[in-house]
């Protein structure tokens, strides 16, 4: 659990950095996303890897929760009584199951386009790109090349209500998963000893919140308006003339 944790704690938080790139130009996240495309093979063998993790992050918390019953034997508790335990460490197991019904809704979203096939990037136009996409020194996407419109993807999605709410729950749910997780992770590699613990579990805690922050401000702020769309984008384009029917949609 600890292992594939790590991993998937690790692409939540990157996953997050980069969609914040939403906050800057449309060049910013679609010159991002052009590049993961172009990764080709390598893009397959990642998707590959954190499916593997998933998988096994999953079959090693079903172990766990039948080798916990067992141990508690056919009886059960005698009393059932919450001394120590918090509430993350209770709700793991109905936050891990939201935040994967979440995910599966997210791939049919924006990776398949079959949940919002009219908002897919495949059914707008491509953006062309105003500059050169560079980060860390690395060319993500040349100025004048045609690349798919992520951009107005995620905004035309989260114009949806229904849609921006279910988003703000999920990552809301998915950040106290990880407070749990994380606090279980240090746990595991032996570092919640006397000396550490407090301030660990203000680290994962801190970290938590930022993430839950982050993860909210994207569909928050494009549902309330606060963020708008580019000029000249083709979502700021469709908001523009049809407010009300994309709001309903
Ligand atoms: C505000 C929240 C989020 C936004 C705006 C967002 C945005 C996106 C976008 C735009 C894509 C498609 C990229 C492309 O095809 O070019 C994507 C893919 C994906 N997202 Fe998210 N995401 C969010 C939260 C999450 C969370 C919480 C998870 C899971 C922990 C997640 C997991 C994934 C996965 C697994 C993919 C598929 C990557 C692939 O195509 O291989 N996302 N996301």
Known sequence: ???????????????????????????????????????????????????????????????????????????????????????????????????????????????????????FKSSLPMWTMQEDAREFGVPLAAKGSEVADVYSMVFLGFSNPIVSIFYMIATSLLAFHLLHGIDSLFQTIGWRNHRWSCCLRKAAAAFCLLYALGSLAIPGSILTGLLKPAAGTHAAKVIAAAPASIAQR
């Open 1 to 119: 659990m600890a292992v594939t944790g790590v991993i998937l704690v690790g692409f939540a938080a990157g996953h997050l950095v980069g969609n914040l790139q939403i906050f800057g130009s449309p060049d910013k996240i679609n010159g991002y996303a052009h590049f993961l495309q172009a990764l080709g093979p390598l893009l397959w063998l990642v998707r590959l890897v954190l499916l593997a993790t998933v998988a096994v992050h999953i079959w090693a918390a079903m172990a766990l929760t039948l080798e916990n019953s067992k141990a508690r034997g056919p009886a059960g508790y005698g009393v059932n009584k919450v001394i120590q335990a918090t509430l993350a460490s209770r709700t793991m197991r109905m936050t891990g199951i939201v935040v994967f019904a979440f995910i599966i809704y997210h791939i049919a979203q924006f990776t398949l386009g079959v949940a919002s096939h009219d908002t």
